[in-house]
């Protein structure tokens, strides 16, 4: 009984530890995963189309056309996001939100 545990405790170990090796994928064959994320990675954050209504929701009105921050943080250019940075964070508690400006933020202009 104790060899039985003993061996199962080393195979689980093993797996863990990743001293079991996974199969290898076929040459040519790239996994679903692997296409998803690279997708993702590639697809471009649009001002207008995904971070205008999060700052628009979350700041307006001060700082929108009219709002008493507009003159000297105009939250509906892009500039001034990347000026801000991850400054905006103090707001934008939700981390999809926080995700898609941090994206934005790491894309060439």
């Known amino acids: 009984m104790r060899i039985v545990l003993l061996l199962i405790a080393t195979g689980l170990l093993l797996v863990e530890s990743g001293g079991i090796a996974r199969p290898a994928a076929k040459a040519g064959v790239v996994s679903s995963a692997l296409i998803a994320n690279s997708s993702t990675a590639n697809a471009?954050?649009?001002f207008d189309s995904q971070l205008k209504p999060i700052f628009k929701s979350k700041c307006m009105p001060c700082h929108f056309s009219g709002g008493q921050m507009y003159d000297r943080?105009?939250?509906d250019k892009p500039d001034t996001i990347r000026k801000l940075g991850h400054?905006?964070?103090t707001r934008i508690?939700?981390?999809?939100e926080r995700r898609l400006i941090?994206?934005?933020l790491t894309q060439a202009p």
């Open 44 to 46: 471009r954050v649009d």
């Open 87 to 89: 400054r905006l964070f």
């Open 73 to 75: 943080l105009p939250f």
């Open 93 to 96: 508690k939700d981390e999809n």
């Open 102 to 104: 941090d994206d934005f």
